[in-house]
């Protein structure tokens, strides 16, 4: 039987790898991913992924070629894959609805926020912000998809003690703050954020991380003109037939 070869691209990360260790094959700021074939369109089918919320996840690990942690993943480099993916498995045209209507963008036009590398040390996923109205300091992270595997877990866990517990952006900031006032211990981050962190602080460090995080500019402007908005990505990125 003839021998066959899937044709593969690289994926330059927003991060640059900037921010894994250099063990770590993500450091190379580069994933190799191969284009999707018959056996990912059966991923995207599977109602069992569906349902139970992995179908894109199980996705993007089938595409991936390059040894590495799909945890490891920074959640903004995750988001280049997802979209380097729909371009290799439909192309780079996605048509989508906004205001009744129909907007088309190409994808391969979609470019990494600007990162001021200065806030960075290479390999150290660490970095201090001094919260603006208490002036505690702490130091952060940014999140990974495993952090937000484990986030997801202890929310649903939440949830089933009480339906309608609302403590999804707390546990967020429990995961992502490293220490308060150089204190690195769990208990003492988890009572701060809930009893002593000011909602005011709480955002002001929201958009700090918001605008040091690396991460692909989903901005588009509609061609009615108007506000820019951020390209959806909804049921019809990965099931264009709909």
């Given at each position: 039987?003839?021998?066959?070869?899937?044709?593969?691209?690289?994926?330059?990360?927003?991060?640059k790898g900037l921010l894994y260790p250099k063990d770590?094959?993500?450091?190379?700021?580069?994933?190799?991913?191969?284009?999707?074939t018959a056996k990912e369109e059966d991923?995207?089918?599977?109602?069992?992924?569906?349902?139970?919320?992995?179908?894109?996840?199980?996705?993007?690990?089938?595409?991936?070629?390059?040894?590495?942690?799909?945890n490891d993943l920074l959640?903004?480099?995750?988001?280049?894959?997802?979209?380097?993916?729909?371009?290799?498995?439909?192309?780079?045209?996605?048509?989508?609805?906004?205001?009744?209507?129909?907007?088309?963008?190409?994808?391969?036009?979609?470019?990494d926020k600007e990162l001021d590398e200065s806030l960075y040390t290479k390999g150290v996923n660490e970095f201090s912000f001094t919260l603006p109205?208490?002036?505690?300091?702490?130091?952060?992270?940014?999140?990974?998809?495993?952090?937000?595997?484990?986030?997801?877990k202890e929310i649903k866990g939440l949830q089933k003690i009480n339906k309608n517990d609302s403590s999804a952006a707390t546990t967020r900031l429990k995961y992502l703050i490293l220490s308060v006032d150089g204190s690195e211990d769990k208990k003492d981050i988890r009572e701060f954020v809930d009893k002593y962190l000011l909602a005011r602080d709480?955002?002001?460090?929201?958009?700090?991380?918001?605008?040091?995080?690396?991460?692909?500019?989903?901005?588009?402007f509609p061609d009615g003109g108007g506000d820019p908005i951020d390209v959806p990505i909804g049921l019809n990125f990965f099931w264009p037939d709909l």
């Open positions: 039987m003839a021998e066959f070869e899937l044709p593969t691209e690289i994926v330059e990360l927003p991060s770590n094959p993500l450091s190379s700021g580069q994933i190799e991913m191969k284009y999707m991923i995207l089918t599977n109602q069992s992924y569906i349902q139970n919320g992995t179908v894109i996840d199980k996705l993007l690990q089938s595409l991936i070629v390059s040894k590495i942690n799909y959640i903004g480099d995750k988001n280049a894959v997802l979209i380097a993916s729909r371009i290799l498995g439909y192309g780079k045209d996605y048509t989508f609805t906004y205001n009744d209507n129909e907007e088309t963008i190409d994808l391969t036009t979609l470019e109205h208490t002036e505690r300091i702490i130091t952060f992270k940014l999140l990974t998809h495993g952090d937000e595997m484990k986030i997801q709480a955002r002001a460090l929201r958009e700090y991380i918001a605008k040091i995080q690396p991460d692909v500019d989903l901005t588009f």
